[in-house]
């Protein structure tokens, strides 16, 4: 299908491939972009798009809300700054950096696509692999486009299944569609960046950084050991004891305590207490649950329906009642009120 894309298209989907190329015109090195004059305003618009999506609360956007230029110069700097932004979360190698960059512009298209007529919905969707044309998606695709939905209603054992596809409700195919832009442009990132660009871009890359850690303080606070729930104050008072700690019990406590901004320094430093402390093991285990190891994944600590399944939701009280994951306990505490499901 093809349809005759307008320049503010390149600007509203800048992952379009026809965005790209509008933006690459002048066949300029990204280097030598970089310090030209609008290569510089680029730059600063990329720092300003992260910083956005740091911002975002993940609600839906309101179109007039989104900045969209007019004029060529405006739409191939934005088109620019989606692609800087890009080069830096990439540069910064933080996983849950590269998540609420994927997040903030997948709901930015979104806002746009409700508002585009019906050719532009269905053109942007065929170029993420998805067709909002079917009234169903056969089981393996709906499992696959669905995986990183937490919401209950998109398990599928509470779907309707005929004949090996899975009812969609029209409503549904464009928040499928939204997530669908997501996990594209997840599974794009982080690029392969030469080092020395990454060099070059270090200032930028430390500044969206900070930004990022400074948010994580502002939704968690300073680490507050006294509103950890029971579970993980179990195990620390076990580190603490001196007792050897299960694999999963690391695994839980290390992507708990990433979650809530400790840095891999002040994990380690916990780990001291353990018996059995091997500073380089400990390090390479704290690397690999931040992301920062090899595979770049990082990980969430388990929720509490598998902390129960491991034998390591110990003395739940009351406040458990209300929580289904100890991340859940601990930010509720925190904001001084009793912990309640998100
Ligand atoms: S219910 Fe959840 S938060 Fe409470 S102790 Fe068990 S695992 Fe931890």
């Not at 929720?303 to 509720?332: F, I, K």
Request: hydrophobic content about 35%.
């Amino acid at each position: 299908m093809r349809i005759s894309l307008e320049t503010r298209d390149f600007a509203k989907y800048p992952f379009l491939k026809e965005s790209q190329q509008f933006m690459l015109q002048n066949h300029e090195s990204v280097d030598r972009f970089l310090q030209s004059s609008p290569g510089k305003v680029a730059i600063r618009y990329a720092v300003e798009r992260v910083q956005r999506a740091l911002s975002s609360t993940g609600q839906p956007m309101e179109v007039e809300s989104i900045p969209l230029p007019s004029d060529n110069l405006g739409i191939r700097l934005e088109v620019s700054s989606y692609a800087l932004s890009r080069v830096l979360v990439s540069c910064g190698k933080e996983r849950a950096l590269i998540d609420r960059l994927t997040r903030y512009e997948a709901q930015r298209a979104y806002a746009f696509l409700e508002a585009d007529d019906e050719a532009r919905r269905d053109y942007v969707a065929s170029q993420v692999g998805f067709s909002l044309a079917h009234a169903s998606l056969p089981v393996s695709r709906y499992v696959e486009v669905t995986a990183g939905m937490k919401e209950e209603r998109w398990r599928l054992v509470n779907r309707e299944v005929q004949e090996g596809r899975v009812t969609i409700e029209p409503l549904e195919a464009e928040e499928l569609l939204k997530e669908q832009i997501r996990v594209t442009l997840l599974s794009q990132l982080p690029l392969e960046v030469p080092q020395s660009l990454c060099s070059e871009l270090v200032p930028y890359v430390t500044h969206i950084q900070d930004a990022f850690q400074q948010k994580m303080l502002e939704d968690f606070g300073e680490v507050d050991e006294s509103c950890f729930p029971p579970c993980m104050q179990a195990i620390t008072a076990a580190l603490s004891g001196g007792m050897n700690i299960t694999h999963s019990g690391r695994f839980a406590l290390t992507a708990f305590l990433h979650n809530i901004g400790m840095d891999s320094t002040q994990i380690i430093e916990l780990y001291c207490r353990a018996p059995d402390f091997d500073v380089s093991k400990t390090q390479y285990q704290v690397e690999h649950i931040s992301g920062r190891g090899g595979t770049g994944t990082e990980y969430t600590a388990p929720s509490c329906a598998a902390m129960r399944t491991l034998g390591l939701c110990v003395r739940p009280d009351a406040s458990c009642e209300r929580v289904n994951h100890p991340l859940n306990y601990y930010r509720s505490r925190k904001k001084g009120k009793k912990p309640g499901p998100n």
